[in-house]
């Protein structure tokens, strides 16, 4: 099991600057896909950038030139820099991790889908506001 608790959103001029970070307790085994997800009011939740247990990185096309995800294992953290905040960046994140034992093809597509991200673990989410 994997437990998970983020911080670091809040609201922000379009063009600024936030740092997630996702605190991470694990008690069993390593989860092949970690990540960051988001959830604008009505709208499904999509996948923002993931990082594989060999260290590859994904990013979603909205992310792409402006989110970075990084971790430190020593720290146990992962982070999300955001860069270059747009508007349409405004969502709830949530930090996530693969069910330990479910391996992917890639950590991108096939893990942000509703069926791949079905079994993940979770944390509360933290709110990223952007304002024009």
């Known amino acids: 099991q994997v437990r998970l608790v983020e911080s670091g959103g809040g609201s922000v001029q379009s063009g600024g600057s936030l740092r997630l970070s996702c605190q991470v307790s694990?008690?069993?085994?390593?989860?092949?896909?970690m990540g960051w997800f988001r959830q604008a009011p009505g709208q499904a939740r999509e996948g923002v950038a993931s990082?594989?247990?060999?260290?590859?990185?994904h990013y979603a096309g909205s992310a792409k030139g402006r989110f970075t995800i990084s971790q430190d294992t020593a720290k146990k953290t992962l982070y999300l820099q955001m860069n270059n905040l747009k508007s349409e960046d405004t969502a709830m994140y949530y930090c996530?991790?693969?069910?330990?034992?479910?391996?992917?093809?890639?950590?991108?597509?096939?893990?942000?889908?509703?069926?791949?991200?079905?079994?993940?673990?979770w944390g509360q989410g933290t709110q990223v506001t952007v304002s024009a």
């Open positions: 694990i008690s069993t085994h390593i989860p092949y896909c």
């Open positions: 996530a991790a693969s069910e330990p034992l479910h391996t992917f093809d890639s950590c991108s597509d096939s893990w942000w889908s509703p069926f791949g991200s079905a079994s993940n673990d």
């Open positions: 990082i594989e247990r060999d260290g590859t990185t």
